[in-house]
């Protein structure tokens, strides 16, 4: 479209990665400005920076402002359009946040610095005949360079991991001959032998016939089966009949279910690659599968949180997998639920959707049993696997080694010698969680946090979980001078330390945030561990993922701290913790055994959890959160606030609140009232709690009164954020 010369030139709106919520207006340095434009990428300038930005929409310019700075279009074509777009403006609105910074967050991290859209192939180098001769002769950089490809041929993002500034001499080798560049396919696997489905049991053949009977058009699914009830047999089906049709099939899962075990399973099943998205992949991995997932190359992604933002122009099925699990909402920046925005995007495209759980969230179970998601249950395990027994362990009064009773260690060495393996659960990793001063009662605390330091390496270090800070244990207690100082509680360390001593036959293996940083490293010391008799002492990082056969026992030690917690979702959370570490064992022929340690044995959430199942759990659940007008019978926001002295802290907050009661409605506000962790890291923090029996009241107060908060004098001495579903009050 050419602009008449009289009209007023038109200008881009673009919405930049700031945190204020408006669009800015500029003008393209060369050529005018089109409908098309709008998706694209711009790069302007603002302030003494330069930003990426997205056009979000074109207009005239505003006759007050000053005339709209110049700036570049990046893109030829639209990166954000149709569903992606609308989408996108929707969860602005929901999450109240700038649509800037919601574009940047959909964005991987190249495209979000403005790098072309990638190439969708990965780019590989290798030394050519006359580089391999010539290597003795190379020095400095490019001798490491050729090094490297000595043996094999390496792509690109992995050169970049080995070595800095590779491109360089990369190039100055190709110059002479020496190396060369190819082209690889992408890595999404390859698809492997394709191995056949199992016959599905009758509740499984009835799940996948109500699925493929409303695949053409939205239509949600709540596919609730205990674990190992073939859930995942279930999603492999209706993504095999997605992907015959020619359509794009996306499957979320939490972070830590995103093992090289269930890509296999994946990859071998559909015959198909399978792109994988999670945080262990390179931005350069990352951005090429948005880019194959744009131009439609990609047909199956099976990722976590964020591959809910990838394009889908052909989207067919949506599976959320674990749906209930806490990983896939995120807590900082622009704080959305992966599940609920994969709702709102399956409206918008028009596809099913299926969100699997055997621990459903309380938000979808209500929706199932509202009508709203269709219910599907499988209620028996699939194949051989048998339920596991689960046993309570009264521990009161019994002499505690490390936290673990008698009755533990005889069930773990009834377990070995029957040639199983045992796993031992502890929701706290460290030697203990607290330093404490026999003599006088002094504890570690940290100075910055208002919480105690957790003991590490066996007594020597202490640690803050919460702000990181590290420090020696002391000899002596600072207070008193005494030397009883104790370490108080077990964590994973001290466990693994009591259970190597009692069976030092037998590998005893800790897996942990401490112990385990990377993904692949969890996966090879699982895959070293074997099947052969020996004891797991983990976290929850060893509640799901890496499939152990030979798991016969899971013991679970320390159910009583979630017991007694402040915040309203922790018996959901504890639930749904004890069911899926259950699951743990026996999935295979073996029956499995669960014991649950406590001093609580009659308390009401573990005796309807025992008794009743997780739906009776549930129900009771439920109706307590109505009565008390919780979620999903209100919805709520949180506004958080933080300085490094509590009075600005408050005086935010109540400038905040003023301005959310003169919006008016039917909203509740609670506070400001301290933080869960009142002090940490140093700064005084504090929140409000909005609630409203109708999301609509929610956010119209918010639309109404957002705009005043952001102008607050009192917002530019404080950091503060606006939480819509809040899932840790
Ligand atoms: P979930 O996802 O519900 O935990 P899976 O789909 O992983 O369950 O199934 C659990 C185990 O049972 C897997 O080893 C799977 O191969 C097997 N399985 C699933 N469905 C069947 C079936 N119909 N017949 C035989 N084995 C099955
Ligand atoms: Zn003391
Ligand atoms: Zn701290």
């Known amino acids: 479209m050419t602009v008449p010369s009289t009209a007023p030139a038109l200008v881009w709106h673009v919405a930049l990665p700031v945190p204020v919520p408006r669009l800015f207006d500029y003008r393209p340095a060369d050529g005018g400005v089109t409908a098309a434009d709008v998706g694209c990428r711009v790069r302007v300038p603002f302030g003494p920076r330069e930003l990426v930005g997205v056009v979000a929409g074109i207009g005239s310019p505003?006759?007050?402002?000053?005339?709209?700075?110049?700036?570049?279009?990046?893109?030829?074509?639209?990166?954000?359009?149709?569903?992606?777009?609308?989408?996108?403006?929707?969860?602005?609105?929901?999450?109240?946040?700038?649509l800037g910074e919601v574009f940047a967050t959909a964005m991987p991290a190249p495209l979000r610095q403005g790098e072309p859209l990638a190439d969708t192939h990965a780019w590989g180098w290798r030394l050519t005949e006359a580089g391999q001769t010539a290597l003795p002769r190379l020095r400095g950089k490019p001798r490491r360079l050729a090094d490297l490809l000595a043996d094999a041929a390496r792509d690109e993002d992995a050169l970049a991991d080995l070595l800095d500034d590779w491109r360089a001499a990369a190039r100055a080798l190709a110059g002479r001959g020496l190396l060369e560049r190819f082209a690889l396919p992408l890595r999404a696997g390859e698809p492997g032998s394709v191995r056949s489905a199992p016959v599905l049991n009758p509740e499984q053949q009835s799940a996948v016939d109500a699925l493929l009977a409303a695949r053409d058009g939205f239509a949600p699914f709540l596919l609730d089966g205990v674990t190992g009830s073939g859930k995942t047999e279930v999603y492999l089906q209706a993504i095999s009949d997605c992907i015959a049709r020619g359509r794009q099939a996306l499957v979320l899962v939490p972070e830590i279910g995103l093992t090289p075990q269930t890509l296999k399973r994946f990859r071998e099943r559909l015959g198909v690659p399978v792109h994988a998205l999670h945080s262990g992949l390179g931005d350069g991995e990352r951005a090429r599968t948005w880019a194959a997932c744009l131009r439609g190359e990609a047909r199956v992604v099976v990722g976590t949180r964020s591959a809910v933002f990838l394009p889908l122009p052909d989207a067919g099925l949506i599976v959320i997998d674990e749906e209930h699990d806490g990983s896939f909402k995120q807590l900082d920046g622009i704080r959305y639920h992966a599940r609920d925005f994969a709702l709102v995007r399956a409206k918008a495209l028009d596809v099913p959707i299926v969100l699997g759980s055997a621990t459903p969230s309380l938000e979808s179970l209500r929706n199932a049993q509202t009508g709203r998601y269709a219910h599907l249950r499988l209620r028996l395990r699939a194949g051989v696997a048998q339920p596991p027994r689960v046993r309570v362990c009264d521990v009161r009064k019994r002499p505690l080694d490390a936290g673990m009773s008698p009755e533990l260690f005889e069930a773990i060495a009834a377990t070995l010698r029957n040639g199983s393996q045992a796993l031992v659960f502890k929701n706290r990793r460290g030697y203990a969680p607290v330093l404490l001063c026999h003599d006088c009662g002094w504890s570690a605390q940290c100075s910055r946090c208002d919480a105690p330091m957790t003991v590490h390496a066996g007594g020597r270090r202490l640690q803050c979980h919460h702000c990181g800070a590290r420090r020696p244990a002391p000899d002596a207690c600072p207070d008193c001078g005494g030397l009883a100082l104790q370490a108080q509680g077990a964590g994973t360390e001290r466990i693994e330390e009591a259970l190597a001593k009692r069976f030092p036959d037998v590998p005893v293996l800790r897996i942990d945030r401490g112990s385990t940083q990377r993904r692949d490293a969890l996966e090879n010391l699982l895959h070293d561990f074997g099947e052969a008799p020996g004891i797991l002492v983990g976290t929850q990082m060893l509640a799901k993922g890496h499939d152990l056969p030979n798991?016969?026992?899971?013991?679970?030690?320390?159910?009583?701290?979630?017991?007694?917690?402040?915040?309203?979702?922790?018996?959901?959370?504890?639930?749904?913790?004890?069911?899926?570490?259950?699951?743990?064992?026996?999935?295979?022929?073996?029956?499995?055994?669960?014991?649950?340690?406590?001093?609580?044995?009659?308390?009401?959430?573990?005796?309807?959890?025992?008794?009743?199942?997780?739906?009776?759990?549930?129900?009771?659940?439920?109706?307590?959160?109505?009565?008390?007008?919780?979620?999903?019978?209100?919805?709520?926001?949180?506004?958080?606030?933080?300085?490094?002295?509590?009075?600005?802290?408050?005086?935010?907050?109540?400038?905040?609140?003023?301005?959310?009661?003169?919006?008016?409605?039917?909203?509740?506000?609670?506070?400001?009232?301290?933080?869960?962790?009142?002090?940490?890291?140093?700064?005084?923090?504090?929140?409000?709690?909005?609630?409203?029996?109708?999301?609509?009241?929610?956010?119209?107060?918010?639309?109404?009164?957002?705009?005043?908060?952001?102008?607050?004098?009192?917002?530019?001495?404080?950091?503060?954020?606006?939480?819509?579903?809040?899932?840790?009050?």
Do not use: C
Request: hydrophobic share 50%.
């Open 62 to 98: 505003d006759a007050d402002a000053p005339a709209a700075k110049a700036g570049h279009r990046l893109d030829d074509a639209p990166l954000f359009r149709g569903e992606l777009l609308e989408s996108l403006r929707w969860l602005a609105r929901y999450t109240h946040a700038p």
């Open 551 to 729: 798991l016969t026992l899971v013991a679970v030690v320390g159910v009583d701290e979630g017991l007694f917690s402040a915040d309203f979702r922790a018996p959901e959370k504890l639930a749904q913790l004890l069911i899926q570490v259950a699951g743990r064992a026996g999935r295979a022929a073996r029956a499995g055994e669960v014991l649950l340690q406590t001093h609580h044995p009659q308390h009401p959430l573990l005796e309807t959890l025992l008794n009743g199942g997780y739906h009776a759990f549930a129900d009771a659940e439920l109706a307590q959160r109505e009565a008390a007008a919780f979620p999903p019978f209100a919805h709520l926001a949180l506004m958080r606030a933080e300085a490094k002295q509590l009075e600005v802290t408050h005086a935010f907050l109540q400038a905040a609140k003023a301005a959310l009661r003169d919006a008016g409605g039917s909203l509740e506000l609670h506070g400001p009232l301290p933080a869960p962790m009142p002090r940490r890291a140093g700064y005084q923090r504090a929140q409000l709690l909005l609630s409203a029996t109708e999301r609509r009241t929610l956010h119209a107060a918010l639309d109404a009164a957002l705009p005043a908060i952001h102008a607050l004098p009192e917002a530019r001495k404080v950091r503060w954020s606006l939480d819509v579903d809040p899932v840790d009050l």
